[in-house]
């Protein structure tokens, strides 16, 4: 079955570490997108990724970075910069059509 | 701005018809509305988009208003299962992006 897999399902960071979340896609999609979802809120675009190679921030690029080598991998950096990495991230993957997103389930990281 | 109106949350008794409305007053004539639902500690996953007319699915059904200004979710029989924050989205005007707010929060009570 095609689908969008995030690793690892939950992830425990100390401060001050760098910590990177995988995104894998076997859909053949070129866009991949970045969320974060914070208790009770909506989720805010962290940067996204329509074809290989390039990528651009979305609304709270700050203290995380990313890369697209391959068009099934979109793995997110949350440096030691971000000051609150807390949070539920998301990953998503979009083709073409108007169908829209399809998510994986979800990292959530934990500073200790 | 291609953000869209919901209630915050909305109660249902199981197994009875549920109406999420939402609003979206800025759609463009090509722009597809989408909705998306959440269950706790979960990715959105699709429920139904559509266009102009009315769509049907197996898991909902989607009435779109003749001005395409607001649309509205239809769940025929609300299981417990069907507890879930429901997100309606127009993609934005850069990158096709979709905005997630916080949608409406649906409460089924048993």
Known sequence: ???ITQSPKYLFRKEGQN???????????????WYRQDPGQG??????????NDFQKGDIAEGYSVS????????????????NPTAFYLCASQGQGPRGYTFGSGTRLTVV | DAKTTQPNS???NEEEPVH????????SGTDYIHWYRQLPSQGPEYVIHGLTSNVNNR??????????????????RATLRDAAVYYCIQPLLT???????????LTVIP
């Open chain 2, 95 to 105: 990158g096709n992006q979709f905005y997630f707010g916080t949608g409406t929060s």
């Open chain 1, 68 to 83: 697209r080598e391959k068009k099934e991998s979109f793995p997110l950096t949350v440096t030691s910069a971000q000051k």
């Open chain 1, 43 to 52: 989720l805010r675009l962290i940067y996204y990724s329509q074809i290989v």
């Open chain 2, 10 to 12: 909305m109660e249902s």
């Open chain 1, 19 to 33: 910590v990177t979340l995988s995104c894998e896609q076997n859909l053949n999609h070129d866009a991949m997108y």
């Open chain 2, 59 to 76: 898991m909902a059904s989607l009435a779109i208003a003749e001005d395409r200004k607001s649309s509205t979710l239809i769940l025929h």
């Open chain 1, 1 to 3: 079955d095609g689908g």
């Open chain 2, 20 to 27: 999420l409305p939402c609003n979206h007053s800025t759609i």
